[in-house]
């Protein structure tokens, strides 16, 4: 059995490294070369975090750290060994922050990108107060010290590198493309369409429209459709001059299925006939409106239903092939929930969400793109915190398979609770982190929007929210308050538009 071990020293846990009663530890894992996750028992007993696994094999940890004045951010240390020795925490997650930095930095570098003299000047801080507290090993408290200054410099000269990539990559594109063709639009719930003010906003940010056209919206009833709500925000669209991206037919998400679906829980072939027969009327009655296709979201992770990895691929294929057989034009993509895989630290048999597209794009069905689902820093049903280089370093793991990518992208604006939200769920966030603002949206969300904007590869940005004063899914994921009023990223999405997209 590999057994890891990592020792704290006292004067970091009092100072909420971990939290103050070390629950932020709760969410760490283990992974492989791969990134993905691996299962193992965690123990955290105040002092050591140990976790086990059944394979002995050399591992990375990845774990929350409260990075002061930020927040918790997942921080990875570089792959290390089984050997029953504890490893000093602090020091290994700045060597993994370190190694990290410097071999992105050298390998963008070399392909042109021109680094900023304050990024050489973190750098060199972070890598010095590395290298002191590797000296320091024969006194914890101090290499942990010096340690958590590396990680603070090491993790500032990141943001300034992911700042000049962003800035550098997108006037490249601008260069040779002209205005960009990315797809940039929010998730709109159907019913009412956005008010005529809401419209003037919408469409001053946005150049498509993202119309949540879910089974649970469409067939509230069994066998009893009602396209009435979907139907009016499709004419609001066309009359706006916005293409239109729909879906997903089928979003396996507690609270967006329907709520009749407990009738079919045991028989999985009626299942499937069910949700394939809303998919093609859906598609029948839409065909040559719609300009991209989301024919489902979220089979890779478990759902309000049971349902067997052999069983989750068979729904995958018979809905992705009724959705190319009805409209064989309009491109088609699937979406992966939770990209980094972060749930399988709790099960030995959840499925890898990279390794369940592979499959889907080797099985030749015409799947033409892969949407990516990040509901950033919502604990237990979304993605937890990651800084920007990781973030872009994942997107381009995805784009190894050689597909457009489609990112659905939020990041909640509050912590309160949110009586309109589907899907209330907790934040990952510090006891320090007292409130989370509309700020800290603009801030992850901002940068993260313009790292995806500098990839070639991801051809369209869906912000799945876009008003809060009326029932949406996610809380506080809105660009328009609770009042419908614009908060600060739709004013910074709308200067996006403005300066960079068609």
């Known amino acids: 059995m590999g057994q890891f071990q990592f020792n704290i020293p006292e004067n970091l846990l009092s100072g909420g490294i971990l939290g103050s009663d070390g629950s932020l530890s709760q969410s760490a894992y283990l992974s492989g070369i791969e990134n993905i996750p691996w299962k193992s028992d965690l123990h955290f007993d105040g002092h050591c975090l140990q976790l086990r696994r059944r394979v002995d094999e050399s591992g990375k940890l990845i774990v929350p750290w409260n990075i002061p004045g930020y927040g918790p951010v997942m921080l990875s240390t570089c792959s290390l060994r089984p050997n029953g020795v504890p490893y000093h925490l602090p020091l290994e997650l700045a060597r993994g922050s370190c190694y990290r930095l410097r071999s992105q930095a050298d390998y963008w570098q070399r392909s042109g990108l021109k680094l900023s003299d304050n990024f050489h000047s973190l750098l060199d801080e972070g890598s010095r107060y ?5 000296q320091r090993m ?10 958590v200054k590396s990680i603070r410099h090491l993790e500032a000269a990141s943001a300034d590198l992911m700042e000049s990539y962003a800035a550098q990559a997108i006037a490249f594109r601008r260069d040779h493309e002209g205005r960009l063709g990315s797809l940039l639009g929010a998730a709109l719930p159907v019913g009412t369409p956005p008010s005529p003010e809401q419209t003037r906003l919408y469409t001053q940010a946005f150049n498509v429209a993202g119309v949540r056209l879910t089974w649970a919206d469409v067939e509230t009833d069994a066998g009893r459709l009602d396209f009435d709500g979907v139907d009016a925000v499709f004419r609001w669209a066309e009359q706006n001059g916005l293409r239109v991206i729909a879906g997903p037919l089928f979003d396996f998400q507690d609270k967006l299925l329907p709520h009749w679906l407990y009738l079919l829980e045991d028989r999985f072939d009626e299942l499937v006939e069910a949700i394939c027969r809303f998919a093609r009327q859906a598609v029948e009655r839409y065909a040559g409106s719609v300009h991209l296709w989301n024919c489902a979201a979220g089979l890779n992770t478990r759902g ?3 349902l067997t990895e052999e069983q989750i691929m068979r729904l995958a294929v018979e809905l992705l092939q009724v959705v190319r057989q009805t409209d064989p034009r309009t491109p088609v993509i699937m979406s992966f929930d939770q990209p980094f895989g972060e ?3 709790d099960s030995e048999s959840a499925i890898s969400p990279i390794h369940c597209a592979d499959a889907l794009i080797r099985s030749r069905l015409g799947l033409t793109g892969i949407g990516l689902e990040l509901r950033m820093n919502y604990k237990d049903i979304g993605t937890m915190p990651r800084t920007n280089l990781d973030f872009s370093q994942m997107i381009d793991r995805w784009a190894i398979l050689g597909l457009p990518l489609m990112c659905q992208l939020t990041v909640p604006a509050g912590n309160q609770a949110d009586a309109l939200a589907l899907r209330p769920g907790r ?5 320090s982190q007292v409130t989370v603002s509309e700020k800290d ?3 992850i969300g901002g940068g993260f929007v313009r790292t995806l904007l500098a990839k070639h590869y991801v051809h369209g940005i869906i912000w799945d929210g876009w008003d809060d004063s009326r029932p949406h899914v996610f809380p506080h994921s809105g660009l328009l308050d609770h009042q419908g009023q614009p908060r600060p990223l739709h ?12």
């Open 491 to 502: 004013e910074y999405l709308t200067r996006m538009r403005r300066d960079f997209l068609f």
């Open 441 to 443: 949206q603009l801030r």
């Open 304 to 306: 309000p239903i049971d």
């Open 343 to 345: 749930y399988m630290r």
């Open 130 to 134: 590395f290298l002191d507290a590797a």
């Open 138 to 147: 024969a006194h914890p408290d101090a290499s942990g010290e010096d340690a």
């Open 427 to 431: 934040l990952m966030q510090s006891d």
